[in-house]
Every structure is written in structure tokens, then in C-alpha cells.
């Protein structure tokens, strides 16, 4: 055997390896004769203890596997959008997720390489959210012939307004869920989405509900007696829709996707199993958050409402011989559940006519939570009611609410105080005992009377 290391021709910077071995006699080419005497080294190795099989190795190398190429962030932003729709995620989910990749994440950051996606690069785009704005043009439907409007009512097209903390957070949340997709591939290493939450996140105190937020009852009651009284005007349904968001708490997606079979009108409560978000008629079968469906508490108003709109149905039934042309309870005119932007418009002009500031219907469950909770009712009944996981999340929002206790002046452990002597149970001999002052007589019935002794 015979292995040589030559340069051909001299001087051409061509160093090839060639092997002489049992008759068979092969050579490659190699740019450098440090790499030709390595190689040279290694084959003579191999052919001792391999023979034939390194030599056929030798003149026919496997080839390396190509090196894969990172996709884009597009690229695995559009193929994680398909796969969301297999993934038992609520379709309110699936929409913000794939409204924040078609409106912010793939125009800012579809053309950079998913590996190069690193937090300087995520805090510059979260930085410039915070610091940009928007233009609502894209939230305006264009209808054709439509019917000309207040000027009062209507918006100035294409207005800007800058991003809420809320609606950036919306953006990172989605992000983070598709770099922790990445990660489960090993596409990428860690989840670069971290630690960008003071960018965006508000306080505590930033999270509570202003008194600003809710309307007064008078507010209320006023804008329910136009809802009533000139419910022509309106979409159906509207009043006792707006009455059982009041009453209840109730999400407006939730009062949206409430069905007949839902009211118990012996017990007066409400199944609240079903949730429509806003922006289209696809319902959800459970409700926002952890919760899923609850049931709420009827008061007198709404139970009368409901009622009577029962009885309506029921005598139109008869009169016309046909079924309901909607299976919800409140439901458009053309027979599908209420178009939450007709309810909005509604709401806006009810408020106008009735001379209250303009809020928006999320501002009746703030109402309900609000009123509910300074007139001292109990926090975790009120917490059920609106479906909160916990009633730690409804004190955090409704905390300037709760009405404050009395507080006396003195200390109920002061020494020698009037309201120490007025509250304090001195005679009480079971409490001084378990103090450890005295001990408790015994009460096992009647003492006997103290026997005198003879002097």
C-alpha cells in the first residue's frame, strides 16, 4: 500500500492524495497540503483497518446535508396560523392572533430571519407601538346607498389615534406564543419575548375602573327610557338587551349569545354558557376566561323585561303562525344574533338623545360591578356574577368602589378607654380564661349557696 502526497503541476497550489493499493489506485484534489496530509494520515489509518471498504469510501465521499436555512418570520408566521385552526383555542384567540400578524408583526418584522429575532429587536418594536398611531380607516365598513346621517353621528374617516397599552400587549402576547412554537421546534433556542412588559403593562392602579368609567343610576334610567320609549328608532331587542348587561354584569358577547332556553323564569337566573365576540356572528361555546358559563341572579326589572318580551313572541306566534325567525333571545332583523356595530351605533345615539357623555356598552357591566359593590354587596357574589376567576381580579378593577368601614378613633387593645369598657366583655369568664386570666366557673347548674362556718 502506498500512499503519497504530491504537488501537480509544482507551483499550482494543487495537493492531491493518491493511493496505491492492491492494483486499485485512486487520488483526490485538496487545496492546501495541510488538509492533503491530514487526509493522507487518516485514509492510511482507515484502509488498515477497514481495507477495501475505506478506499471505496475515499473515492466516492458521502456528501454533507445541506445546512438549513431559517424561515422568516412570515414564512413561520403564516404556517403557525394554519395549524392554530387544529389547536383547542377559543376562536377569539385565533382572531387576535391572526389580526396581529396580518396588521403589525408581519409588516414590522415578516422580512427578518426567525433566528435574528432578538429582544433589542422586539424592544425596538414595542417601543415603536407605544410611540405610534393608527389610522381607524380600516374599521370603517363602506356600504353602498347608504342613508345619510347626523353630522353629529358621524366619524371622521381615517382619524389617528395611538396605540393602547392593551392593544400592544395584545401584540407581544401573540408573539410570544409563536417564538414558544418556534422553541418546541428548535427552530430557536429560548423565547426572546421576555422581560418587555414595563414597555406596555399598566399599574394596579392604571387597571381600576374611574368613576369616570360608569354611568349613574339617573344616567341609567335615562337612557333606558329612551331605549324604551322610542324603541322604534332602534335595532330590536336593544332596550332588553342593554337592561340584561345592567342587571348582570354580563360581557356584551355574552348577553349576545344568550338563548331562550337559557332563562329559568321560576328560579330568575340565567345560564351564561356562550360568548360572540365582536366583529362577526361566530359564537363560541364558553365564556371569556377560565370560567367558562356561570349562572347570574335575575332582579326585578329584567325579570318583567324578559317577560314581557317572551309574551310578545308568543302572541306574534299565534297571530302570524310562524316560528321565531331567530333562535337567540335577542336577535337582529334579519334573524341572526344582534350585529354588535348596529348595538354600538344604537347605544351612541340613546346616549346623545338622553344628554349623557358618550361610553360604550362595556360601561353597563362597570355600572353593575360599581353600583353593586358601594352599596355593600358582598365581593365574591358580585365577583360569580361577572364571571371573574377570582375575586382578588374584581377588587383589583373595582377596588375605589368598596365603601371604607367605620373607623373609631380608639384602639380596641387601649388600656382604660371608654369604648375598651363599652366593647370589652369583662364579666364574660369563658373569654378571661381562654386569655389566660381567670378561670371559668364551672356552670354545671345552680351554685349552691356559700356555707357559713360556726365561730
Known amino acids: 500500500m502506498a500512499v503519497k502526497v504530491r504537488e501537480l503541476p509544482r507551483g499550482s497550489g494543487k495537493w492531491w492524495v493518491k493511493i496505491d493499493y492492491h492494483q486499485r489506485r485512486v487520488a483526490r484534489c485538496f487545496s492546501s497540503q495541510e488538509r492533503a496530509q491530514e487526509v493522507a494520515e487518516k485514509i492510511t489509518s482507515a484502509i488498515d483497518l477497514y481495507g477495501m471498504e475505506a478506499l471505496r469510501m475515499f473515492r466516492q465521499p458521502t456528501p454533507l446535508p445541506a445546512p438549513q436555512t431559517a424561515p422568516t418570520v412570515a414564512e413561520f408566521a403564516r404556517r403557525w396560523e394554519l395549524e392554530l385552526e387544529k389547536k383547542d383555542l377559543k ?4 382572531i387576535s392572533y391572526s389580526s396581529n400578524l396580518k396588521h403589525h408583526i408581519i409588516p414590522d418584522l415578516g422580512q427578518k430571519l426567525l433566528t435574528k429575532v432578538d429582544y433589542p429587536l422586539l424592544k425596538e418594536f414595542v417601543c415603536k407601538k407605544a410611540e405610534g398611531t393608527y389610522s381607524t380607516a380600516r374599521f370603517r365598513k363602506v356600504k353602498e346607498n347608504r342613508e345619510e346621517v347626523n353630522a353629529a353621528d358621524a366619524s371622521p374617516p381615517g382619524e389617528e389615534k395611538k396605540y393602547s397599552r392593551d392593544s400592544i400587549r395584545l401584540m407581544v402576547m401573540t408573539l410570544r406564543a409563536m417564538m414558544a412554537e418556534a422553541v418546541r421546534e428548535k427552530l430557536v433556542p429560548t423565547n426572546p419575548v421576555a422581560d418587555l412588559s414595563p414597555f406596555y403593562r399598566r399599574q394596579k392602579q392604571d387597571r381600576a375602573v374611574g368613576r369616570s368609567d360608569v354611568y349613574t343610576p339617573e344616567e341609567l334610567y335615562a337612557i333606558e327610557d329612551i331605549l324604551q320609549t322610542k324603541h322604534t328608532l332602534f335595532e330590536p331587542d336593544t332596550y332588553e338587551l342593554a337592561l340584561c348587561m345592567s342587571r348582570t354584569g354580563m360581557r356584551v358577547g355574552e348577553a ?11 328560579a330568575r337566573t340565567i345560564e351564561v354558557q356562550r360568548n360572540i365576540p365582536s366583529g362577526h356572528n361566530k359564537v363560541e361555546e364558553s365564556t371569556k376566561g377560565k370560567v367558562g358559563h356561570r349562572t347570574v341572579d335575575m332582579g326585578k326589572d329584567l325579570y318583567q323585561a324578559l317577560k314581557a318580551l317572551a309574551a310578545k313572541r308568543s302572541q306574534d306566534r299565534i297571530k302570524t303562525g310562524k316560528d321565531d325567525p331567530s333562535p337567540w333571545l335577542f336577535h337582529a332583523k334579519e334573524g341572526g344574533p344582534m350585529d354588535y356595530s348596529k348595538l354600538y351605533a344604537d347605544w351612541v345615539r340613546a346616549q346623545r338623545t338622553a344628554g349623557v357623555r358618550i361610553r360604550s356598552p ?23 356574577q361577572l364571571g371573574h376567576a377570582n375575586p382578588a381580579i374584581t377588587l383589583a378593577i373595582y377596588t375605589h368602589f368598596i365603601p371604607r368601614k367605620r373607623r373609631w378613633s380608639w384602639n380596641a387593645l387601649d388600656r382604660n378607654t371608654d369604648g375598651m369598657k363599652q366593647n370589652r366583655h369583662a364579666d364574660n369568664q369563658q373569654a378571661q380564661a381562654r386569655l389566660g386570666h381567670a378561670k371559668p366557673a364551672c356552670n354545671n347548674g345552680p351554685q349552691a349557696p356559700e356555707r357559713k362556718l360556726r365561730p
Open 256 to 266: 349576545r349569545g344568550l338563548l331562550p332556553s337559557d332563562i329559568d323564569y321560576k
Open 91 to 94: 376562536l377569539s384567540t385565533r
Open 362 to 384: 362595556h360601561a353597563l357591566r362597570h355600572t353593575y360591578a360599581s353600583v353593586n359593590l358601594a352599596r355593600g354587596e358582598d365581593l365574591a357574589y358580585v365577583s360569580r
